[in-house]
């Protein structure tokens, strides 16, 4: 099984991937554009997976695994996870 959209707003990675390669969108503006991870929130680890790797079918992350992802975006981007 692979997690492939924000269910809360039925946007597919692929179509989050492709704004972020088409009009250079990054995680904040993928947000305000389309809604994504605004609901549950459970797909944010993935939608920064998404962006840091250009999957977008992506295994289940267990609980760890998705504050590992977050802990590093924030790291990384200097942002809040
Ligand atoms: S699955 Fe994306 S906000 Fe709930």
Redesign the pocket.
């Known amino acids: 099984m692979a997690v492939d959209r924000?269910?809360?707003?039925n946007v597919l990675f692929q179509e989050l991937l492709e704004l972020h390669r088409e009009h250079g969108l990054g995680f904040d503006e993928l947000v305000d554009r389309t809604g994504?991870?605004?609901?549950?929130?459970?797909?944010e680890p993935y939608v920064k997976v998404m962006l840091r790797t250009g999957k977008t079918y992506l295994p289940i992350l267990n609980a760890e695994e998705a504050d590992r992802v977050l802990h590093e975006w924030q790291d990384r981007e200097g942002k809040p996870a």
């Open positions: 924000c269910v809360c707003v994504c991870c605004t609901g549950c929130t459970s797909c």
